[in-house]
T-cell receptor
């Protein structure tokens, strides 16, 4: 199964601070996704990223969010000014043979 | 986006029992996956099944795309099967975003 790792596993931040969540695919692929899951709720799509550009984004993915692939391998999700409601599990995913595989997630807690 | 409904929302089983989880979706799909979210929050891919039937050990899944539903069967359940089962669908082939259902929380008691 194609592997995806995410760092950190857990991040605690103060409201208004910037956070960067990282996704590291084991092998080089072009298509990646970010999803989030608020505690006790369903998983929601945020953004897809293809060949270093945003392919699709949801209504959740507003101006406070951005994605980058700064060094050609790591894939980052930045939240510029965190709010309490950004507290959630954030998952990175990649596609292999039409199947999406999810990383272990980063649990973000905004205080 | 595509609406995805799962039933039942909660299910409690005695170890060794069988169960069927259902996923209904509102539009044609070219991608359907079942996931198991374990107690540590990890999403484990169970099946990629936009149509037809697949089996993997004690688990099997069937999707009837023309009638817009999918079923996940768990036989001889074990305590390690506990967790939340999500159905997720995509409206396009290839690499596109998934719409998740609200899940079925399964608890298997010894």
């Amino acid at each position: 199964e194609p592997e995806v790792t995410q760092t950190p596993s857990h991040q605690v931040t103060q409201m208004g601070q910037e956070v960067i969540l990282r996704c590291v695919p084991i092998s080089n692929h072009l298509y990646f996704y970010w999803y989030r899951q608020i505690l006790g709720q369903k998983v929601e799509f945020l953004v897809s990223f293809y060949n270093n550009e945003i392919s699709e984004k949801s209504e959740i993915f507003d101006d406070q969010f951005s994605v980058e692939r700064p060094d050609g391998s790591n894939f980052t999700l930045k939240i510029r000014s965190t709010k309490l409601e950004d507290s959630a599990m954030y998952f990175c995913a990649r596609t292999h043979a039409d199947t999406q595989y999810f990383g272990p997630g980063t649990r973000l807690t905004v205080l | 986006g595509i609406q995805v409904e799962q039933s039942p929302p909660d299910l409690i089983l005695q170890e060794g029992a069988n169960s069927t989880l259902r996923c209904n979706f509102s539009d044609s799909v070219n991608n359907l996956q079942w996931f198991h979210q374990n107690p540590w929050g990890q999403l484990i891919n169970l099946f990629y099944i936009p149509s037809g039937t697949k089996q993997n050990g004690r688990l099997s899944a069937t999707t009837v795309a023309t009638e817009r539903y999918s079923l996940l069967y768990i036989s001889s359940s074990q305590t390690t099967d506990s967790g939340v089962y999500f159905c997720a669908v995509g409206g396009k082939t290839g690499a596109n975003n998934l719409f998740f259902g609200t899940g079925t929380r399964l608890t298997v008691i010894p």
